[in-house]
């Protein structure tokens, strides 16, 4: 008598337990907008908007898939497709996980690790790229753990698959990066570090805004503080190469402030302080750049410059 | 030669009927639809019964208390109740009160022996425990199959028309009768008929309206046994002589000695009924029930006045004509003698005849049930972590006796939940358990006590779906199906005509092969009521 089949397995739970939520990566910052907002922690907020939008489409396909039945089904793989891709009728997908043993450590409790990956073909054919690679650690928990997502969009450029849906529209898409690699930790606080290698095309005349990009996130409950601090290097700006903005927030009602350093290009050494109010009002500006729009006192912050 | 034998039979025992003798009388009334292994399920048996224990109460002058019924109870019953009927008799002869003692039965019978259920009664114990009984009078009424096997005597001849055994020694019965009758519905080699036109066997029928008053040839408002027998006889012949399994018989075995006749029925002491006047149309009177079954019928003559003594209801009266009919509705209440009057009769065509006849094909009787209980798998590791035991609701359609008697199909769905904890190497994560079941039996059943306890077995098939929700969001649902074979079994007690209550447990295997192959088994107990459509 076959069973007609499903996903009811304590086994299949390890699989789907093998990847953070996006929810635990998400910086938790409050979307606020008044008609004068303070411009860093607008900038903050969309920085966070715009990674975890990233995330989402990374981590977001895996999560679907692993709510359906595995294709196939071994001791310690579970594989999904191929399928035809929906956006791209002529490319192929497939999800693979992985348990592979290791040793038994106080960071790694169960002596494995599961490792997934996304792998891209032309319809047809055999012939298959990375696209997305990846680590899970498990710690325990639901879905809590230690790992590392790789993004690469170089396979796919060596078959020549298009990376956009709509080409004439690059910014949603993906033609402008290379690779992207995230080191996480869900455990009792959540935090990440992304780095990213943006593509450079030698064929475009105009240089690029940055050849690469960081992202780094630490949440700490216990002090009610989210620290954001993400960077830039190799921007075609000659009075700003490299900058960095360091952003830290309370959890509880997103207050906070931002530090900016400009490291690279004639303008290194500048500087700009923000902070602003649960109303996301700037209450203290101090740039050495632009004098003219400081005002407040710094003791209105919530939070002392970053360390 | 045929009328010459009954008139012979009328001349003998019918002229002195005139004076009903100061006795009591008492009644035993077996009705049992099944008869055990080898049989088919009797469709009006115990239905006959009831009506012949209604019939002797309002017209054969048996009191209420001395009139027991035994309804689809077997051998031990019928002794037992036999047994108290004897007590009685015995009080009575002790203080010299003249008695007689009816014994009717409508059922199976086999090779000599009465069918009651798994059970029987040899008709020749049945014959000398009635010939022992202390009774001045004891009648033996058998409808059923082969009943003539008890009057018929080793190198008797069957009779030109009916079969009638005599060991009188004196041809002369009296008024202090003594000795024993048996009425058979069939003779030894005949089956004995239902019909669904009149609701009933054609033997029993035609006594009780014999008794009501169609068998009085002198009019004289009572019914004498051999008045009952002649008029049972002839219609009883006429209505089977046409049908598949032959004619049918009745015959007629008495031993009496003494003078007079036993009336077997009073009927004109009933003050309602219907009343024919002499100046009524002849020809036959047939008065339908409201479920299109006719009650009763008389044969009136011209110029001759009729009446009959038919339980109070509404009728629909109807007279045949050659191209049409006449039909009327009548009310017959409590004490109310009704008049028929011919005007208030209408034609209507054939077509229109009120007789639908019972409706009892057993090739459509339907029934619904709903029901609660628990599924819970054997083995325990499963129970707790996978799949865990689940409170369930259960609906379920039945149609019986599609395929073959006693054998039904049942579609039903079931819903059901339980909670549980499932505990992988990576995380251990508390759950909900919901489940939907859609299944299909066929089973076969066992009534007893004419279907008042039906056992059953059969096969299932059901086809489950499986979910579970994680407590935690962040945990996928999960979710299997697959199809389970399995048996079923149970047992329904009727509580009312139409209502029953059902205990069932289920057995069913289930292949689980969600990454590893795991065969399985898992019960379920359910109680169910159910309603007969």
Not at chain 1, 100 to 106: D, Q, V
Not at chain 1, 206 to 233: L, S
Not at chain 2, 173 to 201: C, K, M, W, Y
Not at chain 2, 231 to 252: C, E, I, L, N, W
Request: aromatic letters at 10%.
């Amino acid at each position: 008598m076959p069973a007609c089949g499903g996903n009811y397995s304590n086994e299949d739970l390890d699989f789907q337990n093998a990847l953070p939520a996006r929810e635990d990566l998400t910086p938790q910052i409050s979307a606020l907008t008044n008609l004068d907002t303070a411009e860093f922690y607008r900038t903050t907020r969309d920085s966070v908007r715009g990674f975890s939008t990233l995330l989402d489409n990374i981590l977001g396909a895996i999560d679907e898939v692993r709510r359906i039945p595995a294709t196939r089904r071994d001791k310690d793989i579970r594989q999904w497709g191929p399928w035809q891709s929906k956006d791209d009728p002529t490319l192929q997908l497939r999800v693979t996980i992985r348990k592979n043993a290791t040793a038994m450590t106080a960071e790694n409790p169960f002596g494995f690790v599961f490792a997934y990956a996304v792998d891209v073909a032309r319809i047809k054919t055999d012939v298959w790229v990375n696209f997305v690679s990846g680590s899970f650690n498990p710690a325990g928990g639901v879905r809590k753990g230690r790992g590392q997502v790789v993004l690469s969009t170089l396979g796919m450029r060596f078959l020549g698959l298009p990376l956009d849906k709509n080409p004439a529209d690059t910014d949603d898409e993906l033609a402008w990066l290379d690779t992207l690699t995230i080191n996480y930790a869900t455990l009792n606080d959540v935090s990440w570090d992304a780095f990213a290698m943006l593509h450079v095309d030698p064929a475009d005349a105009m240089p690029p805004e940055a050849t690469q990009a960081q992202w780094h996130y630490r949440e700490d409950a216990a002090k009610n503080m989210g620290t954001f601090r993400f960077g830039w290097e190799g921007g075609a700006d000659l009075h700003a190469q490299a900058m960095q903005i360091t952003s830290t927030w309370r959890l509880s009602d997103s207050a906070g402030r931002a530090d900016v350093l400009i490291t690279a290009g004639l303008a290194t050494g500048k500087a700009a302080t923000e902070c602003w109010g649960p109303d996301a009002v700037a209450t203290y500006i101090n740039r050495t750049y632009e004098p003219e729009k400081n005002k407040g006192m710094e003791n209105t912050c919530v939070f002392p410059a970053a360390q | 030669m045929t009328r010459l034998f009954t008139l012979a039979f009328c001349l003998l025992f019918a002229g002195s009927a005139a004076a009903q003798p100061a006795e009591r009388r008492f009644a035993l009334v077996v009705g049992n639809d099944l008869g055990g292994e080898g049989t088919e399920t009797l469709l009006y048996a115990r239905e006959d019964a009831r009506r012949m224990h209604e019939a002797l109460i309002r017209l054969g002058g048996v009191r209420p208390e001395d009139a027991l019924a035994v309804l689809g109870r077997n051998k031990g019953a019928v002794l037992a109740a036999m047994q108290t009927i004897e007590g009685r008799l015995k009080e009575a002869a002790a203080r010299r009160t003249r008695t007689a003692f009816v014994f009717y039965y409508s059922g199976h019978a086999k090779d000599g022996l009465l069918r009651l259920g798994e059970t029987t009664l040899s008709l020749q114990e049945l014959k000398q425990r009635m010939e022992a009984s202390p009774a001045d009078v004891r009648l033996a009424i058998v409808d059923s199959c082969r009943s003539g096997a008890v009057t018929r005597n080793k190198g008797a001849l069957r009779g030109p028309a009916f079969d009638i055994e005599t060991t009188a020694s004196t041809g002369t019965p009296g008024d202090n009768a003594r000795g024993t009758v048996f009425l058979t519905s069939s003779s030894f080699d005949e089956d004995s008929q239902e019909s669904d036109h009149i609701g009933g066997s054609y033997f029993s029928y035609h006594l009780i309206g014999a008794m009501q008053g169609a068998a009085d040839q002198s009019n004289d408002g009572r019914v004498s046994l051999s008045e009952a027998y002649t008029y049972t006889y002839s219609r009883t012949v006429a209505d089977t002589a046409g049908a598949s399994g032959g004619a049918q018989h009745p015959t007629f075995s008495y031993d009496l000695k003494g003078n007079g006749e036993f009336v077997l029925a009073h009927y004109a002491e009933r003050k309602e009924g219907l009343y024919l006047s002499s100046k009524a149309p002849a020809g036959a009177y047939f008065l339908v029930d409201g479920r299109g079954v006719v009650a009763a019928e008389v044969q009136k003559v011209a110029d001759r006045d009729r009446r009959i003594a038919i339980a109070p209801g509404q009728y629909t009266v109807k007279r045949r004509l050659p191209d049409r009919l006449r039909i009327g509705r009548v009310n017959i209440t409590q004490g109310q003698l009704y008049t028929l009057n011919e005007s208030a009769l209408r034609d209507v065509p054939f077509s229109d005849d009120p007789v639908k006849g019972v409706h009892r094909d057993v090739s459509s009787r339907y029934s619904f049930s709903l029901g609660a209980g628990a599924q819970s798998f054997f083995d325990q590791p499963t129970r707790s972590g996978l799949f865990p035991t689940a409170g369930m609701v259960t609906a379920e359609f039945v149609v019986a006796d599609f395929l073959r008697h006693n054998f039904l199909i049942g579609l039903d769905l079931g819903s059901g939940s339980g909670n549980g904890v499932a505990n992988a190497e990576t995380v251990s994560a508390a759950f909900q358990m919901n489940q939907l079941v859609l299944g299909t039996s066929l089973v076969k059943s066992w009534p007893f006590f004419d279907g008042d306890l039906v056992p059953f077995f059969g096969l299932r098939l059901a086809f489950l779906f499986m979910s579970r929700d994680f407590n935690e969001p962040a945990l996928p649902n999960q979710f299997f199906s697959t199809f389970s074979p399995g048996l079923t079994t149970g047992l329904r007690y009727r509580l009312t005509r139409s209502m029953g209550l059902i205990a069932r447990a289920r057995v069913h295997y289930l292949q689980y092969n969600v990454g590893v192959d795991r065969s399985l088994g898992f019960h379920e107990l359910s109680a169910a009521l159910s309603y007969d459509f």
